[in-house]
């Protein structure tokens, strides 16, 4: 396939993005540190500026990494102003994923994740390494999944929403819109739009927030 193009040389997950890439043995063509500041870059040599951004760069698939849902939209936005048109979704392959998983463009699936059977990621979303999914589980847009989490069948992570590393989601349970679950946590009741909870078991610790690090999509 083609070269891709990675956005988010700024962001420390880059790494991880940059080993998935080898293990799959795909070419990169560019990273792209979209703001001010220093390079995470293990290949230093590949990072430009966004003002390097070429016709040609445009012409390959883009994959974002950022792990805060409204630093990934943004520098979504930057990329199609910028005439983009192709998004990767770029899958592990060490990630355990069904035949029935259903994906939309731009997913991030990090090493040794688990999902369950008719299970769907929306555009954009992030697992982190080592989460477990369970089967008939919805993860929104833009969403993210941190390392080490668990949840049961039949969860639901709703559009930007960040679920924290090691956190637990018992079966059924929905999780609303630009909502946080701070690590560790165990959510065995619904959590609405804009909360943040904490515990075990989690209760709301405040209402109202925009979303993870107060950036909403």
Do not use: W
């Not at 990934?72 to 029935?100: E, N, V, W």
């Not at 994740?113 to 477990?132: D, E, H, K, P, Q």
């Amino acid at each position: 396939m083609d070269k891709l193009v990675i956005f988010g040389a700024g962001s420390s997950i880059l790494v991880d993005l940059e080993e998935t890439c080898t293990r799959l043995g795909l070419d990169l063509f560019a990273i792209v540190n979209n703001q001010d500041g220093p390079s995470f870059a293990i290949d230093q040599e590949k990072v430009i500026g966004l003002a390097d951004v070429s016709d040609a760069m445009l012409a390959h698939p883009m994959v974002f990494a950022l792990f805060t849902p409204g630093h990934r939209k943004f520098a979504l936005d930057q990329a199609r102003g910028l005439g983009a048109t192709r998004f990767y979704s770029l899958i592990d392959p060490t990630a355990i994923t069904p035949s029935s998983l259903k994906t939309s463009e731009g997913v991030f699936i990090n090493c040794a994740v688990t999902i369950g059977g008719m299970s769907s990621l929306g555009a954009f979303s992030f697992i982190n390494r080592s989460a477990s999914l369970g089967h008939h589980c919805t993860v929104g847009e833009f969403a993210s999944i941190g390392p080490g989490v668990v949840t049961g069948g039949f969860v639901s992570v709703g559009r930007g929403s960040v679920i924290g590393t090691g956190a637990v989601i018992l079966p059924g349970v929905s999780i609303g819109a630009n909502a946080v679950v701070a690590a560790g946590s165990v959510v065995t009741r619904d959590v609405g739009d804009n909360c943040l909870v904490m515990g075990n078991p989690a209760v709301v610790k405040r209402e109202g927030i925009a979303g993870y690090n107060e950036v909403g999509v």
